[in-house]
């Protein structure tokens, strides 16, 4: 195992991320995760809780990261307007709707009994 080779990829993995953090919808993002974190902690959240929240808050971050990533593959292949860029960009950002939606009725179904004591 080339070890050197193991820690470059991490850099690159890193830079990928400072890159996204400077788009307003993964500032959006890491935004709504601090708010989410700080409502779990004053909120007290069981470990399957918070193993539910820390695997959403990844896999939305993961998944506009990978959006990013096609919207930036689809304006390196085309300048020209395209129903298939059209169909790339809308289906990947479609993709990282049906996350957020998931995630929001994830989150409500979380809090909202334990802030209400419904549960
Ligand atoms: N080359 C293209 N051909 C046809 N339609 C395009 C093309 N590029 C973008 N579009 C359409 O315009 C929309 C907005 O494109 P844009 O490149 O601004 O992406 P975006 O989703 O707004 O990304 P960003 O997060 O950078 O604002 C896309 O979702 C798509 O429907």
Known sequence: MNVTKFFTSFKYAFAGIVLAS???NFRFHLLSMIIV???AIFTGLSKIEWIIIVL?????LSLELI???IE???DLATTDIH????AAKDLAAGAVLIFAIASVII???IFI???FNLS
């Open 22 to 24: 400077k788009e307003q």
């Open 37 to 39: 974190i700080i409502a």
């Open 56 to 60: 959403v808050i990844a896999g939305m």
């Open 67 to 69: 959006n990013s990533a």
């Open 72 to 74: 930036n593959m689809v």
């Open 83 to 86: 129903p298939l860029a059209k």
């Open 107 to 109: 989150a409500v179904m």
């Open 113 to 115: 009994p334990k802030w």
